[in-house]
């Protein structure tokens, strides 16, 4: 049991572990909450309903996107991991 300990403390300090993917979908959810309090002010100050409209529907859809590129990234490492130590 130690011996596990000690593999994921060597495997966190040699960069051989990402914890990025889960901070991409914690930042993921920030976003979308600030898209769809961005959306709703706008809408309801007076600005552009349409606008607003297309910040909600929009706004989620490009921080997904972007959010699921990251983590192709990190899958393709992943991946090649794999194929290294095979």
């Not at 960069?15 to 706008?42: C, E, N, R």
């Amino acid at each position: 049991m130690n011996y596990n300990v000690e593999n994921q403390k060597d495997s966190f300090f040699n960069f051989d572990t990402m914890i990025t993917p889960k901070i991409i979908q914690i930042i993921f959810y920030i976003g979308l909450a600030i898209s769809v309090v961005s959306g709703l002010t706008t809408m309801f100050s007076g600005d552009s309903v349409f606008l607003g409209l297309a910040i909600l529907v929009i706004g989620p859809l490009v921080i997904r996107v972007n959010c699921e590129l990251v983590i192709v990234i990190f899958k393709i490492h992943e991946a090649l991991q794999d194929m290294r130590y095979r």
